[in-house]
T-cell receptor
Framework: SQTIHQWPATLVQPVGSPLSLECTVEGTSNPNLYWYRQAAGRGLQLLFYSVGIGQISSEVPQNLSASRPQDRQFILSSKKLLLSDSGFYLC????????????FGSGTQLSVL | DAKTTQPNSMESNEEEPVHLPCNHSTISGTDYIHWYRQLPSQGPEYVIHGLTSNVNNRMASLAIAEDRKSSTLILHRATLRDAAVYYCILRETGANNLFFGTGTRLTVIP
């Protein structure tokens, strides 16, 4: 069966510090991978998605970046965090488009202070 | 992106059926209707999806209007564990993502 791992669960970082969140998927090959962010009391905002190694599409311009160094690994990074980067970050995967389901990780609660 | 409209919140008594509405008047012919739910401090969880016909699974039923401009998620017997935010989402043809709005916060009253 397929599983998705996302870590850490919580993170507190000072403004201006770097960020690296990692997500891995097991039990499947060539998944579509996604990073979403949810601000407190808000809906989910798609940040990045990837359909293959090295292929990253950005939905919202910001000081975050994403990379996919391996087929089942998706990394969200920032060189310098802003206060507005605080939120609940979710990684997800799917096997295709249209009617395919999204499977989400357990999320990372990031607080930038 | 085709958008959906849902009530911000709803309440239901435990063990009663719940009908969660969703309007999607700009839906195109090949958009799938997806429902997800999110429990506190967790990632969203897939509930059900459909295209034109009503759908049933072990979690819920999805009733889709004949003109496809609205749909209703039906929980047949609400339990306390069903308290969550429910998202109605359209998956566009060829789109690589799902657009999540703010959803409907369901409160289940014991």
């Amino acid at each position: 069966s397929q599983t998705i791992h996302q870590w850490p669960a919580t993170l507190v970082q000072p403004v201006g510090s770097p960020l690296s969140l990692e997500c891995t998927v097991e039990g499947t090959s060539n998944p579509n991978l996604y990073w979403y962010r949810q601000a407190a009391g808000r809906g989910l905002q798609l940040l990045f998605y990837s359909v293959g190694i090295g292929q990253i599409s950005s939905e919202v311009p910001q000081n975050l970046s994403a990379s996919r160094p391996q087929d089942r690994q998706f990394i969200l990074s920032s060189k310098k965090l802003l206060l507005s980067d605080s939120g609940f970050y979710l990684c997800a995967w799917s096997m295709g488009f249209r009617d395919e389901k999204l499977f989400f990780g357990s999320g990372t609660q990031l607080s930038v202070l | 992106d085709a958008k959906t409209t849902q009530p911000n919140s709803m309440e239901s008594n435990e063990e009663e059926p719940v009908h969660l509405p969703c309007n999607h008047s700009t839906i195109s012919g090949t958009d799938y209707i997806h429902w997800y739910r999110q429990l506190p401090s967790q990632g969203p969880e897939y509930v059900i999806h459909g295209l034109t016909s009503n759908v049933n699974n072990r979690m819920a039923s999805l009733a889709i209007a004949e003109d496809r401009k609205s749909s209703t998620l039906i929980l047949h017997r609400a339990t306390l564990r069903d308290a969550a935010v429910y998202y109605c989402i359209l998956r566009e043809t060829g789109a690589n993502n799902l657009f999540f709005g703010t959803g409907t916060r369901l409160t289940v009253i014991p």
